[in-house]
């Protein structure tokens, strides 16, 4: 820690201040000196301090709006063309040219084995969900990989583990792919087969394509309770029914026409065995599901505070609903450290679940135990980082400004403290200082900052490695395409996924 005193906040309402690193403060002398830049002054947060002239910076006027400057074509197909696309890419491609070998007949195995390239599939596209298999990956990354290896290397297992829904949705599309093509050739060969095979195919195959409608992001995106219902429950239908499908499929013995093959020779084929590896990663989640104490702070009817019990790890997020199996939201934690007694989640109030917290508070709400990790969890790759974020974005950004002091935190929003209250505002003055903290209140400034030229100066004062952005879908966009056309490495909240 810096012996130097506290940066006085009357020093920052002249509109420029000389800001250093206490962390920079041992750098070698070959190394980059910190920059001295123009810091929009940053707003009182003392615990439960009136938001008042006197402890608020004066605001400058509104900076004119610049003209709106055209993307290039390149940074919007490398942005579009992301991690996600690729692996989508190879997966559809490969499964793909299996498909046509297939049906050229050149693939015997394909033939012999058809109900083990669709449950395969499916099976890979549950297990790259499947949150426990997530924090494995995680931390296997940030416990072998963190700060020595190269920042391109560190880049690529950010962005890979992001983007794995990218091997999610490639491998859903070729199971019902892959399952389409046997159902064919089971009615062309139907001779061959009972009724309920043929049945049991169709039936399987449609609940698997409503499945994959019901999780596009069109509708995941703008129908989030539609996508809920409708693909978790879809999909428990579909894969009761890839249960039977399997079992009949496989029990029946075509040279006679009879369900000879039952018993051991069905457990011993590769369809069940796939099958089963796909049930238990689709059920050991909602295992961890609790029904637990919460605490609700209403700072404003724009937001909503819930407190639950016991620390959490930097970089998580936590599904809550009202019901232990339906509808079931991700929300940003916010906690000081494992150590501490409370994380909180800040829910902005949009939908009607967020609503009803306001209207009716729960005094308990369904939670899975066992969180799953976002794309800030990987800031323990980096040496220094930035988490720029707009309203409830917060939520996402602040635990890993808290709980690591290399990380600097840049919030935009509207009228901060009154919206977000006390017990928020609280945790920004313990544990961010004004050194690594920027606030631009919207309301008091008069309006948007320039956003990109506060994150090129701060990202070269910070001499950051990386800057993780929490928005909404325009922010986002402009920040990423701002970032991605300024050379700046950078990871964006995922909307195509």
């Avoid at 992001?217 to 894969?239: A, D, I, K, Q, Y």
């Avoid at 928005?471 to 950078?490: D, L, R, T, W």
Wanted: charged share 20%.
């Amino acid at each position: 820690m810096s012996n130097k005193p506290a940066l006085a906040y009357n020093d920052a309402e002249k509109g420029t201040l000389d800001v250093r690193s206490p962390q920079l403060a041992d750098l070698g002398k070959d190394e980059k000196k910190a920059a001295d830049i123009e810091v929009f002054a940053v707003q009182s947060l003392k615990k439960d301090a009136p938001v008042t002239p006197s402890n608020v910076a004066k605001p400058p006027p509104a900076p004119a709006k610049p003209a709106k400057k055209k993307t290039p074509l390149w940074v919007l197909w490398v942005i579009w063309y992301n991690s996600y696309r690729r692996f989508f890419t190879v997966v559809f491609i490969v499964n793909f040219v299996g498909i046509g070998f297939a049906i050229a007949g050149k693939w015997p195995y394909a033939a012999k084995y058809p109900g083990a390239l669709v449950v395969g599939n499916l099976n890979v596209a549950v297990l790259v969900r499947n949150e426990i298999f997530g924090r494995c990956l995680y931390l296997f990354v940030n416990t072998c990989f963190a700060k020595w290896t190269p920042l391109w290397f560190r880049l690529g297992c950010t962005s890979t583990l992001q983007h794995l829904g990218g091997i999610h949705s490639g491998c859903a599309i070729s199971g019902v792919a892959w399952i389409v093509l046997m159902v064919v050739h089971q009615f062309k060969t139907k001779y061959l087969f009972n009724d309920s095979i043929l049945a049991f195919g169709v039936i399987t195959t449609v609940m698997l394509f409503v499945t994959i409608c019901a999780g596009l992001p069109w509708v995941r995106n703008t129908h989030h309770n539609v996508f809920e219902r409708n693909h978790r429950f879809f999909g428990w239908t579909s894969l009761g029914m890839t249960w039977i499908y399997t079992i009949v499929t496989n029990a029946y013995d075509t040279a006679d026409g009879k369900f000879d093959h039952i018993g051991r020779y069905v457990v011993q084929q590769q369809a069940f065995w796939y099958t089963v590896g796909m049930s238990t990663f689709i059920v050991l989640p909602w295992i961890c599901t609790r029904h637990a104490k919460v605490d609700i702070e209403l700072p404003s009817p724009k937001v909503a505070v819930l407190r639950f019990e016991r620390g959490m790890q930097q970089g998580l997020l936590a599904r809550i609903s009202r019901s232990a199996v339906k509808e079931y939201h991700a929300f940003g934690i916010i906690s000081e450290g494992t150590h501490a007694k409370y994380h909180y989640l800040i829910c902005g109030v949009q939908g009607d679940f967020t609503k009803s917290l306001v209207n009716d508070p729960p005094r308990r709400i369904w939670t899975r135990e066992l969180k799953f990790a976002g794309v800030s969890n990987t800031s323990t790759l980096y040496k220094r980082g930035i988490r720029i974020c707009t309203g409830t974005g917060l939520g996402a950004a602040l635990s890993t400004c808290i709980q690591s002091p290399y990380w600097y935190l840049i919030w935009i929003g509207s009228d901060q403290e009154k919206t977000f209250g006390p017990t928020i505002s609280g945790l920004i003055h313990r544990h961010v200082g004004p050194e690594r903290l920027l606030l631009w209140d919207s309301k008091v400034r008069g309006g948007r900052p320039p956003t990109m030229k506060i994150l090129k100066e701060v990202y070269d004062y910070w001499q950051a490695e990386v800057v993780f952005i929490t928005s909404n879908y325009v922010g986002n966009f402009e920040i990423q395409h701002g970032c991605k056309e300024a050379g700046i490495p950078a990871f964006g909240t995922l909307w195509d996924f």
